[in-house]
């Protein structure tokens, strides 16, 4: 992944639905990361099943005063 400034962290937001007026499955998933280029980065999805359910995710990047990205949808299968 690769972004326009610094990040100091990255996270994944679940999801939520639509059908449920309490969404059980809302989970913000902390994750690791390393720096692998000029603001270029690589994330690791925890393996533990049970942290990152499969399913739709938006990844953000936060900067150092905790202001997210834009965030990207993508699926955890």
């Known amino acids: 992944m690769t972004t326009d400034s610094v990040v100091t962290s990255f996270a994944l937001v679940r999801a939520g639905a639509t059908t449920h007026s309490t969404d059980n499955d809302q989970r913000r998933v902390p994750l690791t990361f390393r720096l692998t280029g000029t603001e270029a980065y690589e994330v690791t999805v925890p393996a533990d099943p049970g ?15 905790g202001v997210p990205s834009k965030a990207k949808m993508l699926n955890l299968g």
């Open 51 to 65: 942290a990152a359910l499969p399913g739709t995710y938006f990844l953000f990047a936060l900067n150092a005063q």
